[in-house]
């Protein structure tokens, strides 16, 4: 379903594999964008600053145990709680730069073995990215980039589901982004598509829901 909302900021979204480099590629695109006179934000999810998100932050570093189906909806609560704001920043001119979002919740939970319609349910009506770009990388070569063990997801046989999952999830707004190339080099590519999607959005697209 689409709204017509004048020009707006864009909404944009960074989705891959733990150490795909989102949250390297996040904050130089906002910077990148800022330099540009462009007003944005760098957002990511869970937000964990909430009281939910903190929740989901205990469960993740292992301090609580919870049902699957359980932190599933609590990942996408706390996406609902954060979606009324997101969308007062996109019609008000800011563009947001997100690191994951429904997309992770659907693919991560599904990776678990939850079904993924039941896992997409609670994400219905969501606001929908313009843009989701997909660093793309094998699970092998994103563990060789170190840092792995920490939190709950952080092993390999899991991020090997998770990246089939993601597979299943593609659609039109999608560009995957080899995610092996140096970093300044992942960096200029993404920043030619997005500054196209940032005017694309100023020039006055709607914004749409997700999976209606
Ligand atoms: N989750 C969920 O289950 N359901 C949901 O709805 C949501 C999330 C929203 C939160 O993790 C966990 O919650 C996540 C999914 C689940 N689980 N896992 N696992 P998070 O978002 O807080 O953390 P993360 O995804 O694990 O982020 P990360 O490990 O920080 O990875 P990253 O942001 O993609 O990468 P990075 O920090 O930018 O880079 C990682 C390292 O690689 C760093 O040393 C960089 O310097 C290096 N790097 C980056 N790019 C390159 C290139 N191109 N070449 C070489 N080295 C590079």
Known sequence: RFENCGSRGA??????????????????????LEGLGHPTELWRFPDRTTSIGQMISAYLSNQSQLDDHTIHLLYSANRWEKSSLMETKLKSGTSLIVDRYSYSGVAFSSAKGLDCEWCKAPEI????????LYLDISPEKAAERGGYGGERYEKLEFQRKV??????????????????????????????????????????????????
């Open 11 to 32: 909404f944009i979204v960074l989705e891959g594999l733990d150490r795909s480099g989102k949250t390297s590629q996040s904050s130089a695109m906002v910077s990148y």
């Open 163 to 212: 990246a089939q999952c993601y597979q299943t999830l593609h659609d039109s707004s999608w560009k995957i982004i080899d995610a092996c190339q140096p970093i300044d080099e992942v960096q200029k590519q993404l920043q030619e598509i997005v500054l196209e999607h940032v005017k694309a959005c100023k020039n006055g697209r709607p914004l749409s829901h997700l999976w209606r």
């Open 125 to 132: 009506g969501l606001l929908a990215p313009d843009l989701v």
